[in-house]
């Protein structure tokens, strides 16, 4: 050190007092690009989540049945919808099983018949870590149930947590009527009492829920 002289002295010196601040400065750095990354992914998760749902769904109209009726109503395409639950993460998380034919169009599941083979969505398969030829038990808690289920595929289906099922298969395993279903889909909107219903979900509503 004797032969940097005053200047180069007075630099280290300056440097080795400064260096707490500079560690500082970097740091500081290194948060706000970290917390402007997570920003930027936490972005494109939403907009991405928004635009699946939104291809997702393909139907107009989903009107869901207090009172079913005898007949489909024309136009009309219908289902059998039921809530179950499973455990995950801590938390009872609610599953919607809905029955439906093999070439209902608004959903790409194939159902098979069955009381025990479903196709998921490929939302539930991600939430509780499941593929093809996987069992997945579902609770009905209201008649203190367990149900076990083959997983035979996996369909893309973004919008909630959804199991498919053969409809026949599905009214046969809960102890339906042969023609019985609770919900209808369609592609425009249909003349059907409203007191018959509990609720009219349509694509906007989905298109809105999925921004927010």
């Known amino acids: 050190l004797g032969n940097l002289g005053f200047i180069g002295k007075f630099r280290i010196r300056q440097m080795l007092r400064e260096v707490r601040t500079g ?12 917390v402007m990354m997570l920003a930027i992914d936490c972005y494109v998760l939403c907009e991405n989540i928004s635009m699946e749902n939104k291809a997702d769904t393909r ?13 489909v109503p024309k136009g009309g395409e219908a289902c059998y919808m039921e809530t179950l639950s499973k455990e995950a993460y801590g938390y009872q998380l609610d599953v919607t099983m ?23 969505a490929s939302a539930t398969a991600q939430k509780f870590g499941l593929k093809k030829g996987d069992k997945l038990i579902l609770e009905d808690r209201i008649n203190d149930m367990d149900y076990a289920f083959t997983v035979e595929d996996i369909v893309p289906y973004s919008v909630g947590l959804y199991v498919f099922m053969d409809i026949d298969s599905m009214r046969e395993l809960f102890g339906q009527q ?3 279903f609770n919900a209808v889909l369609s592609s425009g909107q249909l ?11 349509t694509k906007e ?4 829920s999925s921004e927010v």
Do not use: H
């Open 23 to 34: 560690f500082t400065v970097i740091f500081g750095m290194f948060i706000s690009l970290l």
């Open 98 to 120: 809905v029955g439906i034919d093999n070439n209902n169009p608004y959903f790409k599941a194939k159902p098979e018949k069955g009381k025990n083979k479903i196709v998921i």
């Open 59 to 71: 139907y107009e109209y989903m009107y869901t049945y207090k009172y079913p009726q005898k007949e």
């Open 205 to 208: 509503d989905i298109s809105k």
């Open 191 to 201: 003349n059907i009492d409203p007191g018959r219903l509990y609720a009219v979900t």
């Open 178 to 180: 042969e023609a019985y």
